[in-house]
């Protein structure tokens, strides 16, 4: 395959034991070894933590790492088989180098790309992606402001999101629709499995969430509901989910 966004590293497969204090996961691997690899997910998982799911595992050759192993990939069943991403450092890190490819067209124009600009109230929040364009007519400078959540809940084919929920979430919400209309405001749901065809906010969650969100995309606030293909080869952008309200 040619267009995969970004490639894993060589991957140990293995079932997992337990997932526990969150950042913790005790995984059995093929070889009948038991190790405990870190998990880099701050979040409850719901719906992809079940023992004795297939994981994948990275390897650090970083001899101060007391956890040498990662966890990266678990496969549900909700549908079809499915890797789900677990690793939330990577939905940034991918968006980054889409950005840079102008992957999405929904965007428009913009020639630069900069990570965790500082805004909000006193400037005391930092968006994940502030793009710019300087317009050609007037020599305006114009900014998007880029919001990046994780998304790996799902019921049937409707991906979720929040799985839990998350006053930092709010807050994120309302921080956006703050800059309307003097910037574009976009939230971008990175869904991180490929067994989903549709978003939707969890509102049985964080009803409070939902009830932002809806109010601030009629306000302006743009939604992009990004479907990947996960596999333990690597990650490929789908394109857009269509959103149920």
């Not at 800059?179 to 065809?197: E, H, K, Q, W």
Request: glycine letters at 8%; hydrophobic letters at 35%; charged letters at 20%.
């Amino acid at each position: 395959m040619t267009d995969y966004i970004y490639r894993y590293p060589s991957l140990y497969s293995g079932i997992l034991v337990r997932r526990y204090k969150r950042f913790f996961a005790d995984v059995e691997l093929t070889s009948g070894e038991v190790v405990t690899a870190h998990c880099p997910n701050t979040g409850p998982m719901t719906g992809v933590s079940t023992p004795g799911s297939a994981v994948q595992l990275s390897l650090s050759d970083n001899p101060t790492r007391k956890l040498p192993y990662t966890l990266e990939l678990i496969q549900v069943h909700d549908n079809d088989p499915t890797w789900v991403g677990i690793n939330t450092a990577l939905p940034n890190r991918i968006i980054k180098i889409a950005l840079e490819k102008h992957l999405f067209p929904e965007l428009g124009d913009y020639s630069q790309v900069r990570g965790e600009v500082p805004y909000g109230q006193d400037k005391k929040s930092r968006v994940d992606f502030l793009l710019s364009h300087e317009s050609p007519l007037t020599g305006n400078i114009h900014h998007i402001y880029l919001e990046v959540k994780n998304t790996t809940l799902a019921e049937g084919k409707l991906a979720l999101f929040p799985d839990t929920e998350t006053t930092r979430g709010q807050k994120h919400i309302r921080e956006l629709t703050a800059l309307i209309p003097g910037s574009r405001a976009v939230m971008l749901y990175f869904i991180n499995r490929g067994d989903c065809t549709e978003f939707a906010p969890g509102d049985a969650f964080d009803p409070i969430y939902g009830q932002l969100l809806r109010s601030a995309i009629a306000l302006g606030l743009e939604v992009l509901p990004c479907r990947f293909d996960v596999t333990p080869e690597g990650i490929r952008y789908l394109g857009l989910a269509p959103c149920k309200f």
